[in-house]
């Protein structure tokens, strides 16, 4: 069992930035962001593994850079050049098993989830 508890959430403008922390209660190899807008599906975001480049949408590729400091077991995202439709609870998780970094932005291949953070961008 693997607790994340994800912070840094917040209100920016478009343009503005913000960094989110998970932290894991253990290590995982994998872990992955993603986010929910009212209405919508689960998006995967970003994920990072110890092997391979990290993923990312192509949405946020460019603006978001996902990184991992095993020592601390902690998951960031760094979300520069927000916008508007950024604005969404975002979530950290981790899958019990390894999984192939080609399904690492499937919310259906992770078992272990945060209880979000929003992050809201005004026009």
């Known amino acids: 069992q693997v607790q994340l508890v994800e912070s840094g959430g917040g209100s920016v403008q478009a343009g503005g930035s913000l960094r989110l922390s998970c932290v894991a209660s253990?290590?995982?190899?994998?872990m992955g962001w993603f986010r929910q807008a009212p209405g919508k599906g689960r998006e995967g975001v970003a994920s990072i593994a110890s092997v391979g480049d990290p993923v990312y949408a192509d949405s946020v590729k460019g603006r978001f850079t996902v990184s991992k400091d095993n020592a601390k077991n902690t998951l960031y995202l760094q979300m520069n050049s927000l916008k508007p439709e950024d604005t969404a609870m975002y979530y950290c998780?981790?899958?019990?098993?390894?999984?192939?970094?080609?399904?690492?932005?499937?919310?259906?291949?992770?078992?272990?989830w945060g209880q979000g953070t929003q992050v809201t961008v005004s026009s």
């Open positions: 253990g290590y995982t190899d994998t």
């Open positions: 998780a981790a899958p019990r098993y390894g999984i192939s970094r080609y399904f690492s932005l499937r919310a259906d291949k992770y078992t272990y």
